[in-house]
């Protein structure tokens, strides 16, 4: 008897990881089909795709099992959880998607139950789980080399680029620029997944990268279909949505990732100049006069400035003429031709001094006089980001590399120059950033706070929808500042009293108001 133990015993452990793989993946099995079955006897009758979401919602439960008893019994991984949950994750999600939308389909082709059906597919895909937990995701060695990873998240990535789909299904409408394109793009990524891409793994640019993916997985949608629907709309949608993620997000974090790392290793001197001294004792000033001196020529260049449609149809608001604005909305007095289709106050601080040129008969410096006073406001709050930032302590040669942008990529200068309402609101929206960060961070006294309410009122006269900025993002300061839950509230509830007032104040006066 005692030898059969032994003998059972040198053969468990030989065979442990296999046993204890068998064990975790038919426990976290039983579990699944079984939530997955009372899942869709409840819903089966009462909502679209039960499948797909007792899928997902009975894999989710039985995953977060099987990843701890994985972890800590089967792998016996040392590595913190961090460190691997994510790419768990990933591969639950991958599996959940691949699960559902294989039993999803066969279940309308076979004559047999899904249940029957999903178990089929969940053992091959038990076999390949255990490989990419073993080779992959509880790998003790961290910094070896993953050859197959890099031979095949470029290629994902590629389709991620190039497939379309529309509500419909795939589209193959490519030209010969396309193909050409995907050449090039194809050695790209390899290039870079060989090459250029660093092993850095900060979970803040992780989460950025996430946040990317699924901004460029939506414009994808609503780029090749019109509409966010086709991410979801069919099988064969959502598992274009999971190759879209997995490639968007390998490419994004590596590309932030790497970017760290090369950002990390940037040494530049700090060589005792004259200018250098100078920024370093008057950041602000300095940067002010850099800005002037370049976005001065900007200003001659493209004197007396740059307009578009909306800036024409908001002077000839305030001349008193007729636009397309009054075509599409309710007029409440049919003489007054002022509209808050654009905000009324960027239309009057454009419209009155092109009124004041035409009144001079130099409209042309009425609209310098405008563009001018823009400029400013822009080269100085450009100037106070540096300012700010070197008060944060952040070293000189970092804020250098921002100044240098701000002077040598076009945007910035031609963004000054041109009379569009985004540009005030986008310096009073930093002001508002900065105010915001300062206002968590450290105490606030009655005056700071008092600019801090200014920069938000700038925000929501300067933006028809700059209101929705002001309440999902204020109010959540309470977690930090829960002392001052009096004066956030008071805060709150004036923003909205004042926006409302403006409402008022504009039928009051005849001005129409945008939806």
């Known amino acids: 008897m005692n030898k059969i133990i032994a003998l059972g015993k040198?053969?468990?452990?030989?065979?442990?990881?296999?046993?204890?793989?068998?064990?975790?993946?038919?426990?976290?099995?039983?579990?699944?089909?079984?939530?997955?079955?009372?899942?869709?006897?409840?819903?089966?009758?009462?909502?679209?795709?039960?499948?797909i979401i007792a899928s997902f919602i009975a894999r989710l439960i039985s995953s977060s099992i099987n990843y701890l008893v994985n972890k800590y019994v089967v792998f016996q991984n040392k590595?913190?959880?961090?460190?691997?949950?994510?790419?768990?994750g990933a591969l639950v999600i991958f599996n959940i998607t691949i699960s559902s939308?294989?039993?999803?389909?066969?279940?309308?082709?076979?004559?047999?139950?899904?249940?029957?059906?999903?178990?089929?597919?969940?053992?091959?895909?038990?076999?390949?789980?255990?490989?990419?937990?073993?080779?992959?995701i509880f790998k003790e060695d961290k910094n070896a080399d993953n050859l197959i990873v890099k031979l095949v998240m470029p290629f994902i990535s590629f389709m991620a680029i190039f497939l379309r789909n529309d509500l419909n299904g795939l589209v193959f409408n490519y030209q010969i620029i396309d193909y050409l394109n995907m050449v090039v793009v194809l050695i790209v990524l390899y290039f870079l997944t060989f090459k250029v891409y660093k092993k850095e793994n900060n979970s803040l640019l992780n989460m950025l990268a996430i946040i990317l993916t699924?901004?460029?997985i939506i414009g994808d949608a609503y780029n090749n279909a019109g509409t966010y629907l086709g991410i979801f709309n069919q099988e064969l949608s959502i598992l274009l949505t999971l190759i879209r993620f997995i490639g968007y997000y390998f490419l994004m974090k590596n590309i932030l990732n790497s970017a760290y790392y090369y950002l990390k290793k940037i040494n530049l001197k700090e060589k005792p100049s004259k200018l250098g001294i100078l920024f370093n004792n008057h950041p602000f000033l300095f940067s002010f006069l850099s800005l002037s001196l370049v976005y001065g020529l900007y200003l001659l260049f493209f004197y007396p400035g740059i307009i578009n449609y909306d800036n024409a149809n908001q002077i000839k608001e305030v001349l008193g003429l007729h636009t397309r604005y009054l075509d599409s909305i309710v007029l409440l007095n049919d003489k007054v031709t002022l509209t808050n289709f654009n905000p009324l106050?960027?239309?009057?601080?454009?419209?009155?001094?092109?009124?004041?040129?035409?009144?001079?008969?130099?409209?042309?410096?009425?609209?310098?006089?405008?563009?001018?006073?823009?400029?400013?406001?822009?080269?100085?709050?450009?100037?106070?980001?540096?300012?700010?930032l070197f008060q944060e302590r952040v070293k000189p040669k970092y804020l250098k590399i921002v100044l240098l942008i701000y002077l040598i990529v076009p945007y910035f200068p031609f963004y000054a120059?041109?009379?569009?309402?985004?540009?005030?609101?986008?310096?009073?929206?930093?002001?508002?950033?900065?105010?915001?960060?300062?206002?968590?961070?450290?105490?606030?006294?009655?005056?700071?706070?008092?600019?801090?309410?200014?920069?938000?009122l700038f925000v929501i006269f300067l933006r028809n929808n700059g209101i929705f900025l002001i309440l999902l993002s204020y109010p959540v300061t309470l977690f930090w500042k829960k002392a001052f839950w009096k004066t956030i509230l008071l805060t709150t509830l004036s923003i909205i009293m004042i926006y409302d007032g403006y409402g008022r104040l504009l039928t009051a006066l005849n001005i129409p108001n945008t939806s």
């Open 345 to 388: 106050l960027h239309t009057l601080l454009l419209g009155l001094p092109f009124k004041w040129g035409v009144e001079i008969g130099n409209v042309n410096l009425g609209l310098f006089f405008y563009i001018f006073m823009q400029v400013v406001i822009v080269i100085a709050t450009l100037s106070y980001t540096i300012y700010f």
């Open 101 to 136: 939308v294989l039993v999803s389909s066969l279940a309308q082709i076979l004559p047999i139950h899904a249940t029957f059906i999903k178990a089929g597919i969940e053992v091959l895909i038990f076999i390949l789980n255990f490989f990419m937990q073993k080779l992959f």
């Open 214 to 216: 699924l901004f460029l």
């Open 79 to 88: 590595k913190k959880a961090r460190d691997s949950i994510f790419q768990y």
């Open 417 to 456: 120059i041109t009379a569009v309402k985004d540009t005030l609101f986008t310096m009073a929206v930093i002001f508002y950033i900065i105010n915001l960060y300062k206002f968590i961070k450290y105490d606030f006294s009655l005056k700071e706070h008092l600019l801090f309410f200014i920069s938000m």
């Open 10 to 51: 040198k053969y468990f452990q030989k065979y442990r990881l296999y046993i204890t793989y068998l064990f975790s993946a038919g426990l976290s099995f039983v579990l699944d089909l079984t939530l997955f079955t009372v899942i869709l006897a409840l819903i089966e009758n009462r909502v679209a795709k039960a499948i």
